[in-house]
């Protein structure tokens, strides 16, 4: 038996997973309220301690962290055009597991500068220009950049011959130089800056975020939590030589104050009548609505959906849906206690989970030409997946999260959207995703064998 614990620092909860990488076998899991105020080690220990009632005491060979304590991994990207490089820096970005809390583009203004003050990001990405392209926009905004106050650390990763240039400029700031994020016209580029990112994660955002008194605790904290998701979903949709994953697949994440959605699909048209506008998108992508979450971002799903849609899914007045929403954004802690309580709740979770994918998901649309009918795609064609892997806690304790989910596909309401046809539902009944990322970096097959066998598949374990 070779134990190992994994952690995972969460905004709300420290969550505990305890596995057995020889058998490989799921020990036991277990979560407390992080302590970041304090020491962050309470709340491990907690944790810990509700672990080892399940588990009894062991002897861990090793332990990994991940974490999205105190607000996670806050980033500002700064592009030239908003359909090509700012789109790509901010796909850089989530890809990394931040939080992005502000995207401009073209030239930096003055205006611009006082909303990147006030977000008080952890770090700022820095994109412009294929290379060999356009200079003027990225150099101006370094030199903008450099007034901004805060102590954040400024990665450049856009046209190659400016780069020198901007670290000139940003003299007074931390800044590193990696590799262009589209260095031609439409071609992505965006691992080396994911890389770069999660670089300072470790180095720098992991002591600014409190978080070094774990590090005595733990053998390493190695990625923020939503990136140990992606490698996760990655690695369960792919699979290993001898050992093969579930194919490809869509994940939703559904929490209090956002949603998280993941997809691991190659997306592109599969017809030849079809053509793709924009820049493409990542094989393995992740967004965040960050206005759509069961608690501290309830009115965003209200406002999205719509109140009378809610209320007709909760079989519920609408009044009374109001009412009950205005409780729940008032005391975000609180869990339904009633029949009422829960057919909004299940309301709520489903019209969060149609939100959140509907705009992950790409469109495609008519279009006529001299040569006749042709359908222009943007986005990611999803249309053909197969599998929507459930998680948060939202959806996990829900009493029929498959159903909720389901609201993840295609609707004639919605004709254009390019969402799941059909698909299974796999449900992360033990909150084990995130944990099985973490083990990936170092026991993958353990990890790969014991998410197909934890998840189950449309409320029936496989």
């Given at each position: 038996?070779?134990?190992?614990?994994?952690?995972?620092?969460?905004?709300?909860?420290?969550?505990?997973?305890?596995?057995?990488?020889?058998?490989?076998?799921?020990?036991?899991?277990?979560?407390?309220?992080?302590?970041?105020?304090?020491?962050?080690?309470?709340?491990?220990?907690?944790?810990?301690?509700?672990?080892?009632?399940?588990?009894?005491?062991?002897?861990?060979?090793?332990?990994?962290?991940?974490?999205?304590?105190?607000?996670?991994?806050?980033?500002?990207?700064?592009?030239?055009?908003?359909?090509?490089?700012?789109?790509?820096?901010?796909?850089?970005?989530?890809?990394?597991?931040?939080?992005?809390?502000?995207?401009?583009?073209?030239?930096?203004?003055?205006?611009?500068?006082?909303?990147?003050?006030?977000?008080?990001?952890?770090?700022?990405?820095?994109?412009?220009?294929?290379?060999?392209?356009?200079?003027?926009?990225?150099?101006?905004?370094?030199?903008?950049?450099?007034?901004?106050?805060?102590?954040?650390?400024?990665?450049?990763?856009?046209?190659?011959?400016?780069?020198?240039?901007?670290?000139?400029?940003?003299?007074?700031?931390?800044?590193?130089?990696?590799?262009?994020?589209?260095?031609?016209?439409?071609?992505?580029?965006?691992?080396?800056?994911?890389?770069?990112?999660?670089?300072?994660?470790?180095?720098?955002?992991?002591?600014?975020?409190?978080?070094?008194?774990?590090?005595?605790?733990?053998?390493?904290?190695?990625?923020?939590?939503?990136?140990?998701?992606?490698?996760?979903?990655?690695?369960?949709?792919?699979?290993?030589?001898?050992?093969?994953?579930?194919?490809?697949?869509?994940?939703?994440?559904?929490?209090?104050?956002?949603?998280?959605?993941y997809s691991i699909a190659s997306g592109m048209p599969k017809q030849l009548d079809t053509v793709y506008k924009g820049l493409p998108e990542p094989y393995a992508k992740r967004t965040v609505e960050g206005d759509i979450g069961m608690r501290y971002s309830i009115h965003g799903i209200l406002e999205a959906a719509g109140l009378d849609r809610v209320a007709q899914l909760a079989e519920l007045p609408p009044e009374t849906v109001r009412q009950m929403v205005e409780d729940l954004a008032a005391h975000t802690d609180k869990l339904p206690d009633s029949a009422a309580g829960r057919q909004l709740d299940f309301a709520l979770a489903s019209l969060a989970v149609e939100t959140a994918v509907a705009r992950h998901a790409g469109t495609i649309e008519q279009t006529y030409t001299p040569v006749g009918l042709t359908y222009v795609q943007t986005g990611k064609d999803l249309s053909d997946v197969r599998r929507i892997i459930a998680t948060g806690g939202a959806l996990i304790h829900a009493p029929r999260p498959e159903e909720a989910v389901r609201h993840a596909l295609w609707s004639p309401a919605d004709p254009i959207s390019l969402r799941p046809k059909q698909a299974q539902v796999w449900v992360d009944r033990h909150y084990i995703l995130a944990a099985m990322g973490l083990l990936a970096e170092h026991y993958p097959k353990a990890a790969l064998q014991m998410m197909k066998r934890e998840l189950t598949c449309d409320g029936n374990s496989k």
């Open positions: 038996m070779r134990p190992i614990l994994l952690i995972d620092f969460g905004s709300t909860y420290t969550k505990v997973t305890a596995v057995d990488v020889d058998a490989p076998a799921l020990l036991g899991t277990a979560s407390s309220y992080t302590t970041v105020q304090t020491d962050v080690g309470e709340g491990l220990a907690r944790a810990v301690a509700q672990l080892e009632e399940q588990t009894g005491k062991l002897d861990y060979a090793e332990r990994y962290a991940c974490s999205s304590a105190a607000g996670g991994l806050r980033m500002v990207t700064c592009g030239l055009v908003p359909e090509l490089t700012a789109e790509a820096a901010k796909q850089a970005s989530l890809g990394a597991g931040a939080k992005v809390v502000g995207v401009y583009s073209y030239q930096l203004t003055e205006d611009d500068l006082d909303e990147i003050a006030a977000a008080r990001p952890d770090i700022v990405l820095l994109t412009g220009g294929t290379d060999g392209g356009n200079r003027d926009c990225i150099l101006h905004n370094a030199e903008m950049l450099a007034g901004v106050p805060g102590d954040f650390p400024v990665v450049v990763a856009g046209n190659r011959a400016a780069a020198r240039g901007c670290q000139r400029l940003l003299a007074q700031k931390e800044t590193l130089l990696c590799e262009n994020v589209m260095p031609r016209f439409g071609v992505l580029n965006i691992e080396p800056a994911q890389q770069k990112i999660r670089d300072i994660f470790l180095d720098r955002i992991i002591r600014a975020k409190g978080l070094s008194q774990a590090s005595e605790l733990v053998s390493g904290i190695l990625m923020p939590t939503p990136s140990a998701m992606l490698a996760a979903m990655t690695l369960l949709a792919d699979g290993l030589e001898g050992e093969p994953g579930i194919g490809e697949l869509l994940a939703v994440d559904l929490g209090g104050a956002t949603t998280d959605v």
